[in-house]
């Protein structure tokens, strides 16, 4: 994977904001992620396949910005428990799990619904003409195998579903709020997660700009957030909001 120079220099600022962790020691991990062919092929021959007009492709489903930091966070937070919610085909997640397999700890917990529940639809079509898979394919289905170890998935409503799963996680290191962006979801699920965040623990939230909700959030607890933009793969602006609890 090839990324330019600003794109380097902007993740790298957003996570030492996040973590005060040291320049050199961030740095690394951005050149380890970008020259991983192992994942990055291992993505790729599980998304030439598909059962729509064409295959799906994995770099359509969430901008590179997004899934380095994730990569890049976990690997300087060493968490122990990482939260997730939203799966879709399982491209951040991946990144999360590889993250977690080189630092030979934490498991990811996901929370995802199926695409028919969505969709109302058993193969539900993308924007773009391209078919969703199979339910029993959905949810991850492009994570490599050699990562599930370290993955726990709960199916379910995040409004039903979150608040079992954090009394069985104990404190959340890391939460990723990917699930559907309407206000009242995003709300609620930020309510929900923060008295379970562990000292130091970081919040994202994609496509953080979709509500006000995450700004009414941080007015409400207080402290600082950091944001990251980066393009998807339609060149549309998709931006990443971090808060890290204190």
Sequence with gaps: MKIDKELRGNIQTFIKNLTNAEDDEIKEYISEIVSDRKLENSLAKKSNFGDGEKPFSYKIAVDVASRLALYVL???????VVVETGVASGTSSSYILRALDKN?????????VPWYTVTQNWKGAFVDGVKTNPIEMQSGWIIPDYLRDR???????TSEKLPALLKKTGKVDVFFHDSEHSYENMAREFKT?????????????????????FAEFEQKVGGESFKLSGLNNDFKIMTIGGKAKG
């Design 74 to 80: 976990c690997r300087t937070k060493k968490p122990d």
């Design 193 to 213: 997660i923060w008295p379970g965040l562990r000292k130091k623990g970081v919040m994202l939230v994609h496509n953080v700009e979709k509500t006000p909700a």
């Design 104 to 112: 030979d700890r934490g498991t990811l917990y996901s929370i995802d």
């Design 151 to 157: 993955w726990d998935l709960t199916m379910g409503l």
